[in-house]
């Protein structure tokens, strides 16, 4: 019984999906009802997860650790997962024949990423972000219109399936060294062996699986061809619920290493530069603004990966605290993207002209969001970015940290021309007005709230990736 | 220094929420009920008037030392504390911070476009500003120092003149930049410190290597002086002030540019004072150059903002003078200039602003004569250019005396360049002067009414600012000393 409660959120999620393969075999699809039941499984699921946030314990064989670390990635997770689901009442991008396949994948994904954050076995791992991976991969070509939006559908499955057979080849390659598939294991072994060149370089090779998901530079150029490529609500799930997943898996990957290995701290130092760097410069000329904030989560990568390689509990927790922040924020962004193109149409920046006359609450959740991602003060992002950098301090990166200052100044300029839009822009032509429905105006004040209450008040929160990160080891 | 009295009621607390909660109250009125907003403002910006006040006739200045102390562990696992207090530097701050919100309330008056917004994002800018000011916790400085920074960006995009975008992106990225060096030194400093505290005065005491200290000074330096306009970082400063409404100008001019001088010396001066005697004679340099070089440039502008705009980059140069001496008058001098130099240039913008608003040109050449049409409004910004120059009986007489002094003390070349440059600046502010306000009456301008005494109240209220600190400059100077003197022994 106890067992069962540790599988509770998975269990559920599964029950989720299985529903909606049924509803997918019916005939006449009923766009309307699945929607309400999509709403009604995730909001069920986000209080399971809730509930067994404090659960501890080993599942099968020992393959699957459920701890404080697993179970508040497992509740971001639902939580995103319910705000794209909400977000979904329209789903014009796609098919009314699919919707149903559309939540399914949904559920799928949401339950392989929990299972990832869970799974303390390199071969589970694999399977599950996997099953992950292809969910994602049927996902993203499932939008209706062009031709080329099947393209990037095909560089995404390109780029991930070659990340993953690296990834495997890294798997092997730490079995080799390492006698073992258990992550605790590795962790027992692998600092002594770490100035191996073959530790090294499959610690590195199976991290690629994660950089790829997390959009990481060189593994990166998937990533603004889907997002444009995607219709916006699987753009919104993949930047904000897959992301939590990577920088967890990240985490947990940098944490076998021990903490003594200065050859991957060279190398994440290297990535996390280039992934600022990369992505904040590109992004500066870009006119559509899902591609805009897939050059800007190349970015974050980077500012996730400051707090990641100090390899100590405090730059865990750093990362942590980065990444709920960066779930608040960035969906914030993308409800506003889903909410002004309701009709499914990638959004030009340009169009958000005049948004603060159209919807003022709107355009006030956007502004926050968008100086959440630049990280000014008094939102989660700073304060997000403030820890990370102080982790990356302690451990005496002083370079390091003014280059991620740097890059937040430039980002500060792309980030303003899509606020300039919003309230300074006359619009060229008469727009559609924004229809806000009452579940968007309540999300906007919460996020506003939230993202200010990170902000100001970090204490409890950080007290808890706190306690999360030392339970890792 | 470390004399804390716990005040029973949190005043300085308060403060801060008089604009914060000014805030929220104007997002929840209706932005058609202009008339409203404009009360609420004026309102939460004289209660806020009131407690400073009270705030400077409370402060010992005998006792010296920092005073209603607030202090409240914030987060624990790194160190920051909500840590608030007045000593003698930052209490002619708030001071001169809430007059001039005051009277930039005030003067803003008649605008009409979108004014449930800019009040609030004024606000917000004032919030930031005082927050810098009380906080003696470094995590809060910066917070705060950026929070005052954004709301420049809509408030000169939005509402601005002359190249308005332009100058509120680069503006913007100026000094967002700047705080790329200052928080990375503010981390630097906090990891070098054991990496327990951001307590300003608890990292006072550990006592930094001579290393530590001169690379963090220099961050700091650079970081803050982009927002103090020191030479050659100043170039955002003309261009941001020429396309910022009235107001803005003056609480960016007046109050903002503070908040560089004033994060060098809280910060950069407090923690790393061999840091600040190693760089010395960089920030003299800087700043005499700062001096002559505002004075120069000011000579060729033809726009009455842009002259504003030069003179502050001159008159922040002799607060960057100041601190760079080191010494017990040079440092009064400069906090003494930065509070009497805020009082003058929210003058200087308001009158300005006035002038535009009305002739809806601010290009000298064609103003011509003004002083014949409208008598009160000339006599305003002739007043301001006046204190500009220090003339004996302004407040800036004594701010720039005591500077000057000890300047020529301690780096003679400087302070006689420095002296030179006071002259070339009483130059241009003439010149100035003569054209716009004396000479041929313009004839395009002979039926606009002047000021109206409503509008004239927050300028006059500037002018006894002045007035009266210059008369009584004792006033303000014991309050600075009683900090400044136990200061100085570090360095």
Same mark, same amino acid.
């Given at each position: 019984?106890?067992?069962?409660?540790?599988?509770?959120?998975?269990?559920?999620?599964?029950?989720?999906?299985?529903?909606?393969?049924?509803?997918?075999?019916?005939?006449?699809?009923?766009?309307?009802?699945?929607?309400?039941?999509?709403?009604?499984?995730?909001?069920?699921?986000?209080?399971?997860?809730?509930? *067994?946030?404090?659960?501890?314990?080993?599942?099968?064989?020992?393959?699957?650790?459920?701890?404080?670390?697993?179970?508040?990635?497992?509740?971001?997770?639902?939580?995103?997962?319910?705000?794209?689901?909400?977000?979904?009442?329209?789903?014009?991008?796609?098919?009314?024949?699919?919707?149903?396949?559309?939540?399914?994948?949904?559920?799928?994904?949401?339950?392989?990423?929990?299972?990832?954050?869970?799974?303390?076995?390199?071969?589970?791992?694999?399977?599950?972000?996997?099953? *992950?991976?292809?969910?994602?991969?049927?996902?993203?070509?499932?939008?209706?219109?062009?031709?080329?939006?099947?393209?990037?559908?095909?560089?995404?499955?390109?780029?991930?399936?070659?990340?993953?057979?690296?990834?495997?080849?890294?798997?092997?390659?730490?079995?080799?060294?390492?006698?073992?598939?258990?992550?605790?294991?590795?962790?027992?072994?692998?600092?002594?062996?770490?100035?191996?060149?073959?530790?090294?370089?499959?610690?590195?090779?199976?991290?690629?699986?994660?950089?790829?998901?997390?959009?990481?530079?060189?593994?990166?150029?998937?990533?603004?061809?889907?997002?444009?490529?995607?219709?916006?609500?699987?753009?919104?799930?993949?930047?904000?619920?897959?992301?939590?997943?990577?920088?967890?898996?990240?985490?947990?990957?940098?944490?076998?290493?021990?903490?003594?290995?200065?050859?991957?701290?060279?190398?994440?130092?290297?990535?996390?530069?280039?992934?600022?760097?990369?992505?904040?410069?590109?992004?500066?000329?870009?006119?559509?603004?899902?591609?805009?904030?897939?050059?800007?989560?190349?970015?974050?990568?980077?500012?996730?990966?400051?707090?990641?390689?100090?390899?100590?509990?405090?730059?865990?927790?750093?990362?942590?605290?980065?990444?709920?922040?960066?779930?608040?924020?960035?969906?914030?962004?993308?409800?506003?993207?889903?909410?002004?193109?309701?009709?499914?149409?990638?959004?030009?920046?340009?169009?958000?002209?005049?948004?603060?006359?159209?919807?003022?609450?709107?355009?006030?959740?956007?502004?926050?969001?968008?100086?959440?991602?630049?990280?000014?003060?008094?939102?989660?992002?700073?304060?997000?970015?403030?820890?990370?950098?102080?982790?990356?301090?302690?451990?005496?990166?002083?370079?390091?940290?003014?280059?991620?200052?740097?890059?937040?100044?430039? *980002?500060?300029?792309?980030?303003?021309?899509?606020?300039?839009?919003?309230?300074?822009?006359?619009?060229?032509?008469?727009?559609?007005?924004?229809?806000?429905?009452?579940?968007?105006?309540?999300?906007?004040?919460?996020?506003?709230?939230?993202?200010?209450?990170?902000?100001?008040?970090?204490?409890?929160?950080?007290?808890?990736?706190?306690?999360?990160?030392?339970?890792?080891? | 220094?470390?004399?804390?009295?716990?005040?029973?009621?949190?005043?300085?607390?308060?403060?801060?929420?008089?604009?914060?909660?000014?805030?929220?109250?104007?997002?929840?009125?209706?932005? /058609?009920?202009?008339?409203?907003?404009?009360?609420?403002?004026?309102? +939460?910006?004289?209660?806020?008037?009131?407690?400073?006040?009270?705030?400077?006739?409370?402060?010992?200045?005998?006792?010296?030392?920092?005073?209603?102390?607030?202090?409240?562990?914030?987060?624990? +696992?790194?160190?920051?504390?909500?840590?608030?207090?007045?000593?003698?530097?930052?209490?002619?701050?708030?001071?001169?911070?809430?007059?001039?919100?005051?009277?930039?309330v005030w003067t803003m008056w008649e605008l009409e476009h979108r004014v449930k917004e800019f009040f609030a994002l004024m606000f917000l800018l004032v919030a930031g500003v005082y927050g810098v000011f009380m906080s003696m916790d470094l995590f809060w400085i910066f917070v705060w120092y950026d929070v005052s920074l954004f709301p420049m960006y809509p408030l000169i995009a939005i509402w601005g003149g002359t190249r308005k975008e332009y100058g509120a992106m680069k503006l913007t990225l100026y000094l967002l930049a700047g705080s790329a060096f200052i928080l990375p030194a503010i981390l630097f400093l906090w990891a070098k410190?054991?990496?327990?505290?951001?307590?300003?005065?608890?990292?006072?005491?550990?006592?930094?290597?001579?290393?530590?200290?001169?690379?963090?000074?220099?961050?700091?330096?650079?970081?803050?002086?982009?927002?103090?306009?020191?030479?050659?970082?100043?170039?955002?400063?003309?261009?941001?002030?020429?396309?910022?409404?009235?107001?803005?100008?003056?609480?960016?001019?007046?109050?903002?540019?503070?908040?560089?001088?004033?994060?060098?010396?809280?910060?950069?001066?407090?923690?790393?004072?061999?840091?600040?005697?190693?760089?010395?004679?960089?920030?003299?340099?800087?700043?005499?150059?700062?001096?002559?070089?505002?004075?120069?440039?000011?000579?060729?502008?033809?726009?009455?903002?842009?002259?504003?705009?030069?003179?502050?980059?001159?008159?922040?140069?002799?607060?960057?003078?100041?601190?760079?001496?080191?010494?017990?008058?040079?440092?009064?001098?400069?906090?003494?200039?930065?509070?009497?130099?805020?009082?003058?240039?929210?003058?200087?913008?308001?009158?300005?602003?006035?002038?535009?608003?009305?002739?809806?040109?601010?290009?000298?050449? /064609?103003?011509?004569?003004?002083?014949?049409?409208?008598?009160?409004? +000339?006599?305003?910004?002739?007043?301001?250019?006046?204190?500009?120059?220090?003339?004996?009986?302004?407040?800036?007489?004594?701010? /720039?005396?005591?500077?000057?002094?000890?300047?020529?003390?301690?780096?003679?070349?400087?302070?006689?360049?420095?002296?030179?440059?006071?002259?070339?600046?009483?130059?241009?502010?003439?010149?100035?002067?003569?054209?716009?306000?004396?000479? /041929?009456?313009?004839?395009?301008?002979?039926?606009?009414?002047?000021?109206?005494?409503?509008?004239?109240?927050?300028?006059?209220?500037?002018?006894?600012?002045?007035?009266f600190f210059g008369l009584f400059p004792k006033v303000m100077l014991d309050v600075i000393q009683s900090t400044v003197i136990p200061f100085v022994t570090r360095f």
């Amino acid at each position: 019984m106890t067992d069962f409660m540790l599988f509770l959120p998975e269990l559920f999620f599964i029950l989720g999906a299985l529903l909606f393969f049924i509803f997918s075999l019916r005939k006449t699809p009923n766009p309307a009802g699945y929607h309400r039941w999509a709403v009604v499984l995730a909001a069920a699921g986000l209080l399971v997860t809730v509930a *067994s946030s404090h659960q501890e314990g080993m599942l099968f064989f020992n393959c699957y650790r459920v701890d404080l670390f697993s179970q508040v990635f497992k509740v971001l997770m639902a939580l995103g997962t319910i705000w794209v689901i909400f977000s979904s009442g329209e789903l014009k991008g796609i098919d009314t024949r699919q919707h149903a396949e559309y939540y399914f994948l949904i559920f799928v994904c949401t339950l392989a990423m929990m299972m990832l954050v869970s799974s303390v076995e390199l071969l589970t791992i694999y399977v599950s972000i996997e099953l *992950s991976s292809y969910s994602l991969y049927l996902l993203v070509p499932m939008r209706r219109g062009e031709e080329r939006y099947f393209e990037c559908g095909i560089k995404y499955f390109m780029i991930g399936v070659t990340a993953s057979g690296l990834m495997l080849f890294g798997i092997s390659l730490l079995f080799g060294v390492g006698h073992t598939t258990y992550v605790p294991q590795l962790i027992k072994v692998l600092p002594t062996v770490i100035s191996q060149p073959a530790a090294i370089v499959g610690l590195v090779l199976a991290l690629a699986g994660f950089f790829f998901k997390l959009a990481v530079f060189p593994f990166h150029i998937w990533a603004p061809d889907v997002y444009q490529g995607a219709c916006n609500q699987v753009t919104t799930y993949i930047a904000t619920v897959s992301k939590m997943a990577a920088a967890a898996m990240i985490i947990r990957f940098a944490g076998i290493s021990g903490g003594a290995s200065p050859a991957m701290i060279k190398l994440l130092i290297v990535l996390s530069i280039a992934s600022m760097t990369f992505g904040n410069l590109v992004a500066l000329i870009q006119k559509d603004i899902k591609r805009l904030l897939a050059y800007s989560s190349i970015a974050h990568a980077g500012y996730i990966l400051i707090g990641i390689l100090t390899l100590n509990s405090q730059g865990y927790a750093a990362a942590m605290y980065y990444a709920a922040a960066y779930l608040i924020m960035n969906y914030s962004v993308f409800m506003v993207i889903m909410k002004v193109a309701d009709d499914g149409h990638n959004l030009q920046i340009k169009e958000l002209a005049g948004l603060h006359k159209r919807s003022p609450l709107l355009a006030m959740t956007l502004m926050l969001g968008l100086f959440g991602l630049a990280g000014i003060p008094p939102t989660a992002g700073f304060t997000g970015k403030f820890l990370v950098f102080a982790a990356a301090l302690g451990k005496g990166y002083l370079y390091l940290v003014i280059i991620g200052m740097v890059n937040a100044t430039i *980002s500060l300029y792309y980030y303003l021309i899509v606020f300039k839009a919003a309230y300074l822009l006359k619009p060229v032509k008469e727009y559609p007005p924004v229809r806000v429905d009452f579940w968007t105006q309540f999300m906007s004040f919460a996020l506003v709230i939230m993202s200010i209450y990170l902000g100001v008040f970090p204490d409890r929160f950080l007290s808890l990736t706190e306690a999360a990160a030392r339970s890792l080891f | 220094m470390t004399a804390m009295n716990m005040a029973g009621f949190p005043i300085l607390t308060t403060i801060l929420m008089t604009t914060i909660v000014g805030l929220l109250v104007i997002i929840f009125i209706p932005p /058609e009920k202009t008339k409203l907003i404009k009360q609420v403002s004026l309102a +939460s910006a004289s209660l806020g008037l009131v407690l400073c006040l009270w705030l400077y006739h409370a402060y010992d200045f005998q006792k010296g030392g920092l005073q209603f102390v607030e202090r409240v562990l914030w987060v624990k +696992s790194i160190g920051i504390y909500w840590f608030n207090g007045v000593d003698g530097i930052n209490l002619p701050m708030m001071l001169l911070t809430s007059v001039v919100l005051f009277t930039g309330v005030w003067t803003m008056w008649e605008l009409e476009h979108r004014v449930k917004e800019f009040f609030a994002l004024m606000f917000l800018l004032v919030a930031g500003v005082y927050g810098v000011f009380m906080s003696m916790d470094l995590f809060w400085i910066f917070v705060w120092y950026d929070v005052s920074l954004f709301p420049m960006y809509p408030l000169i995009a939005i509402w601005g003149g002359t190249r308005k975008e332009y100058g509120a992106m680069k503006l913007t990225l100026y000094l967002l930049a700047g705080s790329a060096f200052i928080l990375p030194a503010i981390l630097f400093l906090w990891a070098k410190g054991g990496g327990h505290t951001f307590d300003l005065f608890m990292l006072q005491k550990i006592g930094f290597t001579p290393y530590v200290q001169n690379v963090a000074f220099l961050m700091l330096y650079l970081g803050f002086g982009i927002l103090a306009a020191v030479w050659p970082f100043h170039t955002w400063s003309p261009v941001g002030h020429v396309a910022a409404p009235t107001a803005v100008s003056m609480i960016h001019a007046g109050v903002l540019m503070k908040l560089g001088a004033y994060g060098v010396l809280r910060i950069g001066m407090t923690l790393c004072p061999q840091g600040a005697v190693y760089w010395s004679h960089l920030m003299a340099l800087l700043g005499t150059i700062g001096i002559i070089y505002g004075a120069i440039a000011g000579l060729g502008q033809t726009d009455l903002k842009y002259v504003i705009g030069y003179s502050s980059v001159s008159h922040m140069g002799i607060v960057g003078l100041g601190l760079a001496t080191l010494s017990v008058n040079g440092i009064n001098g400069a906090v003494f200039q930065m509070f009497a130099h805020g009082i003058m240039t929210a003058l200087f913008f308001s009158s300005v602003g006035f002038i535009y608003d009305r002739t809806h040109t601010k290009i000298i050449p /064609e103003l011509g004569g003004l002083s014949k049409t409208m008598p009160v409004a +000339s006599s305003f910004f002739i007043f301001a250019a006046l204190a500009g120059i220090g003339v004996p009986l302004m407040a800036s007489f004594w701010a /720039e005396l005591l500077v000057l002094t000890a300047a020529v003390k301690a780096f003679p070349v400087a302070g006689i360049l420095a002296c030179m440059g006071m002259i070339l600046s009483a130059l241009f502010m003439l010149r100035v002067v003569q054209r716009t306000f004396y000479g /041929e009456k313009n004839p395009r301008w002979e039926h606009i009414p002047d000021v109206s005494k409503f509008l004239a109240v927050p300028r006059v209220i500037l002018m006894s600012c002045i007035l009266f600190f210059g008369l009584f400059p004792k006033v303000m100077l014991d309050v600075i000393q009683s900090t400044v003197i136990p200061f100085v022994t570090r360095f």
